[in-house]
């Protein structure tokens, strides 16, 4: 809810967005130290999500990825992240947005985040806004709220 035109729990929740974003990127040059390890909960119906075919039919609207022995090419932008990981002897490459994340937990460290997904906006094409032109950008024709915020 905004309260005079701030909106504290949106600010709340991009904060928290930089943790799971910090952690990651820790992991994705360090690797993960000692025990730590991740359980990540995202939509997985939220724009900009990557996902196999065959994972998308198994998970159509939310799905839990263990960060942990197997995975590889864990790499962090400003809007997400790309990570391969084994699913049935499979190796699948997935992207998630920060923004469809719905829970991060690290066990060992006994330390967990609840996310509220934001609302996301289609754009038609008779709507008069410009889409993203960022090169390399998987979400760069996904319009969040915060797309608009940017501009």
């Known amino acids: 809810m905004a309260v005079d035109g701030f909106n504290y729990e949106e600010m709340v929740q991009e904060s928290l967005r930089n943790v799971v974003r910090e952690a990651l990127d820790v992991a994705a040059t360090e690797g993960l130290p000692g025990a730590h390890h991740f359980y990540i909960s995202f939509k997985a119906d939220y724009p900009g999500v990557q996902l196999a075919d065959y994972l998308r039919e198994r998970h159509p609207e939310e799905m839990t990825i263990v960060v942990q022995h197997q995975y590889w090419g ?14 049935s002897d499979s190796q699948e490459r997935i992207y998630v947005p920060f923004h469809a994340l719905i829970s991060f937990m690290d066990p060992y460290a006994k330390f967990g985040l609840q996310f509220t997904p934001p609302p996301f906006i289609e754009v038609t094409e008779t709507d008069d806004v410009a889409p993203s032109t960022t090169d390399g950008d998987p979400t760069n024709n996904v319009f969040t709220l915060d797309n608009f915020r940017k501009k």
């Open 74 to 87: 864990l790499e962090v932008d400003d809007n997400g992240f790309y990570i391969t990981l084994s699913f």
